[in-house]
């Protein structure tokens, strides 16, 4: 159980162009996920908090019209990464939060490579 | 905000050899503390928790231990083998923070057979 998917696992997109990245819970109701974003060889840095039916909470220094998250069911937030530059290469990685448990249950990532 | 420092960050012991990392928090409102294994390119998953009203947890041959006192917390694997190798991540999160956690920078494990 606990199962969280992520689409696409890799995408290589042009400078400029946006990617939407798609997270599920498969078998249980999520009302809160987060993003994440990883760097090379470093921790997992908190992008935002997204909460089912309301707008997503963003950490200090992530800009939210560049990363634009949408939480519209209860298994599915997507993070829209809009205006796509080489810096914004990285591993991206979302969580589920099952209540209850006070664990959050990891996608497998995705790899975003702009050019 | 909550500030976790994690130790050491490499590790690297002998097949069989047991091995220890631990963590420092900086908020006494923490109250639970998961442990990640991440291998290369792949998803942090969970292989053990511990909450604040637990002083110890074990799994098998990992366990983890709590010092609400002190604020910190070690993970402990005994009987170390290849396959254990990976990043270690330790996080603290509390409720009422919309469960976010705070993750420390991550150990390299390697378990030299």
């Known amino acids: 159980g606990a199962v969280v998917s992520q689409h696409p696992s890799w995408v290589i997109c042009k400078s400029g162009t946006s990617v939407k990245i798609e997270c599920r819970s498969l078998?249980?109701?999520?009302?809160?996920m987060f993003w994440y974003r990883q760097f090379p060889k470093q921790s997992l840095m908190l992008m935002a908090t997204s909460n089912e039916g309301s707008k997503a909470t963003y950490e200090q220094g992530v800009e939210k019209d560049k990363f634009l998250i949408n939480h519209a069911s209860l298994t599915l937030s997507t993070l829209t990464v809009t205006s796509a530059h080489p810096e914004d290469s990285s591993f991206y990685i979302c969580s589920a939060f099952l209540y209850g448990t006070d664990t959050q249950y990891f996608g497998p990532g995705t790899r975003l490579t702009v050019l | 905000g909550e500030n976790v420092e994690q130790h050491p960050s490499t590790l690297s012991v002998q097949e069989g050899d047991s091995a220890v990392i631990k963590c420092t928090y900086s908020?006494?409102?923490?109250?639970?503390f998961p442990w990640y294994k991440q291998e290369l390119g792949k998803r942090p998953q969970l292989i053990i928790d511990?909450?604040?009203?637990?002083g110890e947890k074990k799994d098998q041959r990992i366990a983890v231990t709590l010092n609400k006192t002190a604020k910190h917390f070690s993970l402990h694997i005994t009987e170390t083998q290849p396959e254990d190798s990976a990043v270690y991540f330790c996080?603290?999160?509390?409720?009422?923070?919309?469960?976010?956690?705070?993750f420390g920078k991550g150990t390299l494990l390697t378990v030299n057979p």
């Open positions: 078998d249980f109701q999520a009302t809160t």
């Open positions: 908020d006494s409102a923490s109250n639970y």
């Open positions: 996080a603290a999160s509390m409720r009422g923070s919309n469960y976010k956690l705070t």
């Open positions: 511990i909450r604040s009203n637990v």
